[in-house]
C-alpha cells in the first residue's frame, strides 16, 4: 500500500510539473516586446523576440503593424534580414490650421516587414528592434503592435487585444504599458534637477563628514591630555 501511494504521489507530480512547464513554454513562445522607455510621449526603441516558428516551420517574413498614434518608425538593420516599409499619405490634426494641402501632406509608416535571407528555423530565435515616439497618454494604456508571422508552411497572426484583468489570449499582440510622461527641456532632453535639491542633497552628503571631523579632532585632544597625564605620571615615578 505504501508503495502504491507513493507512486501515485510521484505520478501526480510528474504530471503537475508537465503542466507548469507546459503553461511557461506556451507564455515564453509569444511574440513580445520591450522597451528602453515606456514613458508617455517619449522617444523609444521596442525590441521584439521571436522564439519560434508556425507549428514547427521555419518562419520567412514577419510584419510589425504600426498603430496610428505612431508617426515614424526608425528599424535597426539585422544582416540576416531584408526591410520594407509600408507608408501612408499623413495630414497632421493641425494641417486645416496651417492650410496644408494634400500635395504637401508627410508620409506615415503603417508597417516595417522583415523578409528573412534564410529562413528562421522554428528552433531558434532572433530579434527585432524599432525605434519611435511613443504617443501621449495615461499611465496605464496600452499601445499594441501587431505582428504577422508569415513561415514555409502558414502563419500566425498576433494580434489579439489584451485586456487588463482578464486571461491572455492564444495569440496576443505584442505591447507596451506606458508610464508616467516625464518632464523635458526643448530639445528633448530630461529636465535636470534644481540647484537648490543640489544643494540640499549636497548639504546632507557634508552632515556627516562635519561629524567626523569633530570627533576626530575631540579624539586627538583626549590622545593628548592620556600623553601629558603619562608623561607627568613617569617624571614623579622617577623623581621618587
Known sequence: MPKRVAV?????????????LGTAAAA???VEATATSTAADSYTTATFSVPHGCDGSPTTKLTFHVPESIIEVTP????NWTITKTTEPYTSPSASADDESSEDAGQRVTAVTYTAKTPLPADERDTFSLSFSLPDGKPGDRVELPVTQTCEKGSTAWDEHQQDGKAEPEHPAPSIVLTKAVATEADGDPVETSDSSDAS??????????????????????????LVVAVASTRRRTGK
Open 8 to 20: 501515485l504521489g510521484a505520478a501526480t507530480l510528474g504530471v503537475t510539473a508537465a503542466i507548469v
Open 28 to 30: 515564453s513562445a509569444h
Open 76 to 79: 535597426t538593420v539585422n544582416p
Open 201 to 226: 542633497s549636497s548639504a546632507t552628503s557634508n552632515g556627516p563628514d562635519l561629524v567626523g571631523r569633530f570627533l576626530g579632532l575631540g579624539g586627538l585632544v583626549l590622545g593628548a591630555a592620556a
